[in-house]
């Protein structure tokens, strides 16, 4: 064996030789570009909203065609994930700020130790 050379774990059968950081950016990881949208449009005639998604002028992927109810419970879903994703990066900025004490949802208790 090489030095520096790390082995993979082979007793767990989801281990990558080379792990991923969920939390990088770049080509590699396929973010979102800048020129994509989202279109919705309410068809009247079929009583069903149309979703198109765009990369520039092009449909990046066929239309989703949503009832009412499946539109609702996806504008909930989308909304509930982008709140959590705010709070998520707020509380991690606030964590990262060294003057704040009491960051995030839950604040941090400080235990003190007196001798007896």
């Known amino acids: ?11 767990d059968p989801d281990s990558l030789r080379y792990p991923m950081n969920t939390n ?46 499946e539109y609702q419970a996806y504008i909930y879903a989308k909304q509930s994930n982008d709140y959590w994703s705010n709070r998520v990066a707020s509380t991690s900025k606030a964590n990262s700020d060294p003057n704040r004490d009491n960051s995030g949802i839950i604040p941090q208790i400080k235990v003190l130790r007196y001798p007896l």
Do not use: C, H, W
């Open 1 to 11: 064996m090489a030095r520096g050379v790390e082995t993979p774990d082979t007793t």
């Open 24 to 69: 990088s950016n770049g080509g590699l990881y396929l973010n979102t570009p800048n020129n994509f949208r989202t279109e919705v449009v309410y068809d009247p005639v079929s009583g069903q909203y149309i979703m198109y998604e765009r990369i520039g002028d092009l449909l990046a992927k066929p239309p989703m065609f949503m009832t009412p109810e």
